[in-house]
């Protein structure tokens, strides 16, 4: 009978073991998926390359949980329902494009989708576009969104490099090009040159639209101002080879072949050969520097020019100077 407490002894010793080692056991398995379970959330994910990928509006969480897994940013989606769950961060997921980086962690993409900070994109409208032009250039952005039911009149948007979201509306960014013009042109006529022969700041559009056609050179842009100016105060015609191209383009601002001497009697208030003054609006939306020009344009006695085969152009005085630098940009677009 003595042996049977020594017994006891010993099963309640090799329980405690057992227990002992089960505890443990689980306690390390918890320690393993705890700490694997922060690696799937706080190290690199599984994405290869950078990644752009869409969010559209009024997804669920778990619909945004199915996005980054099927786009790679994520192994599966339920690892951000665990992680958005266990964070409390559900309400705060934004709709939007992101772009996620190659490896990005779990916990900074959930980041990322909470700050909102969405790809931007930008669009660069070149000076001297027409409205029709400029609206063209903004149906062939794909990240934009609506229609454009109405051109805006020419001379009336400032061309820049505008940015914006996915699904801004191209009539908002339109908007935005109407209130800089309107913005930049009252403040350089405030500025303007005294004694000039504008009356009001949209004959100063006018006005720019025509040096903004004429040359591309921006250093030129003063003195070919200055031209049109001196014209004006002598009541001479402009004269202008882009006002005709204007008026034959039914103001699309191009046209597939040269003007010929017969376009020069056409019969149009934008044809400056024919009318005197100014034409009755705009032929591009011209640029800051254009604008610039025309309100503080250079003071000099030109009153011709001609393109010089540099890219730039001859300036002169008299019509018989004005001849002889025809006479030579001819030989040089004859290749004599």
């Given amino acids: 009978m003595s042996g049977q407490p020594e017994n006891t002894t010993k099963q309640r010793r090799r329980w405690l073991w057992l227990t002992a080692a089960l505890f443990l056991g689980l306690v390390a398995a918890g320690a393993a998926a705890a700490w694997i379970g922060w690696q799937r959330y706080a190290g690199p994910g599984p994405l290869a390359t950078d990644t752009v990928l869409i969010i559209p509006r009024g997804t669920g969480v778990q619909g945004i949980a199915r996005t980054l897994a099927d786009g790679g940013v994520t192994r599966h989606e339920w690892d951000m329902l665990v992680a958005v769950r266990l964070r409390g961060d559900g309400a705060r997921l934004r709709a939007g494009e992101y772009r996620f980086a190659a490896g990005i962690s779990l916990e900074q993409a959930i980041d990322l989708v909470i700050s909102g900070k969405t790809v931007i994109h930008r669009v660069t409208v070149p000076e001297g576009l027409t409205s029709w032009q400029i609206v063209e250039l903004l149906k062939a952005q794909p990240a934009m969104a609506g229609e454009v039911t109405t051109i805006p009149a020419d001379g009336t948007l400032l061309p820049e490099t505008y940015h914006f979201l996915r699904d801004d509306a ?34 100063a559009v006018i006005l720019a639209s025509i040096v903004e056609k004429e040359t591309g050179v921006a250093a030129e842009r003063p003195r070919v101002a200055g031209v049109f100016i001196n014209r004006l105060r002598l009541g001479m015609r402009l004269q202008s080879d882009p006002t005709i191209i204007y008026a034959l383009s039914d103001a699309r601002g191009q046209i597939d072949r040269d003007l010929t001497r017969a376009d020069w009697r056409l019969e149009s208030p934008y044809n400056t ?13 011209p640029g800051l520097l254009s604008l610039r020009a025309v309100l503080q344009p250079e003071s000099h006695k030109y009153l011709y020019f001609v393109a010089d085969g540099t ?24 290749g004599g």
Avoid: C
């Fill in 170 to 203: 191209r009539s908002a960014v339109l908007a935005r090009m109407g209130a800089d013009m309107t913005q930049v042109l009252e403040r350089l006529w405030a500025e303007r040159a005294p004694d000039l022969p504008l009356k009001t700041p949209a004959e």
């Fill in 273 to 285: 050969y024919m009318v005197d003054g100014l034409p009755p609006g705009p032929i591009a939306n």
């Fill in 311 to 334: 890219g730039g152009h001859a300036f002169a005085e008299t019509l018989e100077q004005h001849n002889r630098n025809v006479v030579n940009w001819r030989r040089v677009r004859d």
